[in-house]
């Protein structure tokens, strides 16, 4: 019971990702039909963030009161009708109307998904769980650009309408198949008669170490997003990558990190522990975004990618078991207050990406790899404060 409820977390990641990856090489496409300017784009990934931000907290409180599942159902449908609104929408209302939706489904979706996997695993079983969170995200990227690329030769449309059909299916998959664990109903029935929901939002803030990841969770989510919001656009235009090309790279890249996140992960975060590969990943990640912003060469393009992507593979699930180990029976809210930070950062990273695109089409990497190695500089001190707040 609890191995195929845990499966069918997976799938429901797998499906919602596999719709996010599809759309991604139809991205230039559409900024070229629709005539947008790299300023749009990148509202358009901030106002998803933006919707993501405000209902992130209240979203995984909610499944910490009434049970995960009800919040999983809610995000993949909400997510099937924010795709289908995207594949429709011809002016730019629409669109970003259609990105508030889709904000406001991952804010359901992410934080309560992670802690139903949370709620089924031991301590010891939740890096690799986790680990398995992860490659589901990313074999929805692997799959779906390829996909997206293939359905693309059918109309600019058609794969958002697909993301649409895939969610659809997660939502049966959740309703259906899913059921909240007697821990989730029992522990948390005493958090809502006893606490205020603001009150288990200052509690985990004022923590000290809560508060430091936080921090660094902002920063950052500012770096990666001004990277990954702008990436085929980049490519496209910097280097005369082809949709066809960008598609395999992410399907490559991604397929490396599925398999470290399936088999590797939990012997890494076992070898190293998850605060200093979250600083790994900040300084390789920095270095190889630098590199793709100041080199003429293709083939290292490819190459830093390849790092850069897996770096932030590795970093996600880090800190997410990190934060899990720590959350007691605030799975929900401490989720969801990671979402909304990270949501923080990817509000102003696209924003900032998109203006600084139209001025150079290389300043907003300039931009990414400083802020990413400003970030681990900063993370340094993450092992002196935690190791202060558990004595």
């Given at each position: 019971m609890k191995n195929r409820m845990l499966i069918v977390a997976y799938v429901n990641l797998f499906l919602v990702f596999l719709g996010v990856g599809l759309v991604i090489p139809v991205l230039p496409l559409l900024k070229n039909e629709m005539n947008f300017s790299g300023t749009t784009m990148g509202m358009m990934v901030a106002i998803f963030a933006f919707a993501q931000l405000i209902i992130s907290p209240i979203a995984g409180h909610l499944s910490d009161v009434f049970g995960r599942k009800k919040m999983i159902v809610l995000g993949m449908l909400l997510f099937s009708l924010s795709e289908l609104m995207f594949g429709w929408a011809q002016s730019v209302e629409w669109f970003y109307l259609s990105r508030v939706i889709g904000g406001a489904s991952a804010a359901c979706i992410m934080p309560s998904v992670t802690a139903f996997v949370a709620d089924l695993t031991t301590l010891e079983e939740r890096p690799k769980a986790m680990g398995y969170v992860s490659a589901a995200i990313s074999g929805g990227f692997?799959?779906?650009?390829?996909?997206?690329?293939?359905?693309?030769?059918?109309?600019?449309?058609?794969?958002?309408?697909?993301?649409?059909?895939?969610?659809?299916?997660?939502?049966?998959?959740?309703?259906?198949?899913?059921?909240?664990?007697?821990?989730?109903?029992?522990?948390?029935k005493a958090t809502r008669e006893h606490k205020p929901g603001m009150s288990v939002f200052l509690e985990v803030l004022m923590h000290p170490l809560f508060r430091a990841f936080f921090i660094v969770i902002l920063i950052s989510s500012f770096g990666?997003?001004?990277?990954?919001?702008?990436?085929?656009?980049?490519?496209?235009?910097?280097?005369?990558?082809?949709?066809?090309?960008?598609?395999?790279?992410?399907?490559?890249?991604?397929?490396?990190?599925?398999?470290?996140?399936?088999?590797?992960?939990?012997?890494?975060?076992?070898?190293?522990?998850?605060?200093?590969?979250?600083?790994?990943?900040?300084?390789?990640?920095?270095?190889?975004?630098?590199?793709?912003?100041?080199?003429?060469?293709?083939?290292?393009?490819?190459?830093?990618?390849?790092?850069?992507?897996?770096?932030?593979?590795?970093?996600?699930?880090?800190v997410t078991t990190y934060l899990s180990h720590h959350a007691?029976?605030?799975?929900?809210?401490?989720?969801?207050?990671?979402?909304?930070?990270?949501?923080?950062?990817?509000?102003?990273?696209?924003?900032?990406?998109?203006?600084?695109?139209?001025?150079?089409?290389?300043?907003?990497?300039?931009?990414?790899?400083?802020?990413?190695?400003?970030?681990?500089?900063?993370?340094?001190?993450?092992?002196?404060?935690?190791?202060?707040?558990?004595?």
């Open positions: 692997i799959i779906g650009p390829g996909i997206g690329g293939l359905l693309a030769v059918f109309g600019t449309r058609v794969p958002f309408y697909a993301a649409a059909l895939m969610a659809l299916l997660g939502f049966f998959c959740s309703l259906f198949f899913l059921k909240d664990t007697p821990s989730v109903v029992a522990e948390e990666l997003q001004a990277f990954e919001s702008m990436y085929s656009i980049m490519a496209t235009q910097n280097f005369a990558f082809t949709t066809t090309e960008i598609s395999l790279m992410i399907m490559i890249s991604g397929s490396l990190a599925l398999v470290i996140q399936i088999f590797f992960f939990h012997r890494i975060v076992q070898l190293m522990g998850e605060i200093r590969l979250m600083q790994l990943t900040f300084f390789t990640s920095g270095i190889f975004v630098l590199v793709i912003a100041m080199t003429s060469q293709r083939w290292l393009v490819v190459v830093s990618t390849f790092i850069v992507f897996l770096s932030f593979d590795l970093f996600r699930p880090a007691g029976s605030r799975q929900g809210v401490i989720n969801g207050l990671n979402s909304t930070f990270t949501s923080v950062g990817n509000i102003l990273g696209p924003v900032l990406a998109g203006m600084l695109f139209d001025i150079n089409p290389f300043s907003p990497y300039f931009v990414a790899g400083i802020i990413l190695l400003v970030t681990g500089i900063v993370s340094l001190s993450l092992s002196r404060r935690s190791a202060t707040v558990t004595e």
